[in-house]
């Protein structure tokens, strides 16, 4: 009967620094992660075109997302030119790939290095200023790109924008819906995995550690300089991949659609996700995503005979996006990513109220 007691298991005890800091916490947290993987693999056998364009925009914004949040949330930085690294991917891989000939298979990683490079000259000045300099610094960045993208007809095909060829494989197409979100599916599923594993290794603890307490990490020998410089580079990867894959999946890629406002959209994402968190990056774009498509049924339900509100539908969606920013910052500043653990911890004790 003892034996019996002594083998009873009655709660997750970690004994171990590699049993801590594990990817999935609990068995039933990585069978829900690998179920959920094997249920959006028939995702286009049952969602519509409308359903899979909204899973594959949640792809690609998903990983920008993530890289953001590692600059942001990890290591305390800002960044508000991120939309400049994003779009910066697009215009590499669909230059890569139109010039050079390479498989849009290798430009999209590839495409992510050269951002990476990028994001490493600009996250230069992070190893010397921090706060209101630094946010100012990285806007500048963000007028440079833009400005850098109308101006440089060899590399942006300047005001008329560039033509990205659809992602190919063993020469076959991936140019649907269907077909595109499996690629987009295996993007997300390596860079998260990826960044999750990134918070396990040596840097990153040492970018939490900047995060926290930058003073303390400098008297542990922590280098802040480089291992700043190395969270934009990261950031910027991420950026650059995340932003060749929208580019290939729209088969064209312009200017406009890489302003300050995106990068206002990527901060909102990492903000109601969660900071500091890689579920949390997720968490918050699907609600990005999906809220301006809230909004317009909405409108479209509640005044559909209303042409005034109609017309108004697109200030409505910018006004929601920054209304909802605003409410998580004062009710739920620690994101819904915060709120998914306070549910779970709320039914692993019920009905115990500590």
Known sequence: MASAHS???CGEFRTTYQADMTIFPTPLARRTAVGSVLLL????AVLDSYLLNLLIQ????????????IVV???GQISLGHAAFFGFGAFASAWLNGTTGIPVFFTIPLAGAMTMAVGLIVGIPAGRIKGLYLAIATLASQYILEDFFARAEWFTGGSAGAMANPFTLFGYEFFTDQTYFYVVLFYVVVMYLGGANLMRTRDGRAFVAVRDHYLSAEIMGINLTKYRILSFGISSFYAGVGGALFGHYLGFVSAEGFTLLLS???IGMVIIGGLG???GAMMGTVFMVLLPEVMEFGVHLVGSNNTALTQALAYIKEMAIGLAIILFLIFEPDGLAHRWRMIKNYWKL????Y
């Open 58 to 69: 949640i792809g690609y914004y998903g990983i920008a997302a993530l890289g953001l949040n």
């Open 277 to 279: 968190s890689v579920m």
């Open 350 to 353: 019920y009905p115990f109220s």
């Open 41 to 44: 693999l028939a995702a286009p």
């Open 73 to 75: 949330g990890f290591t």
């Open 264 to 266: 206002i959209q990527f």
């Open 7 to 9: 083998r009873m298991r």
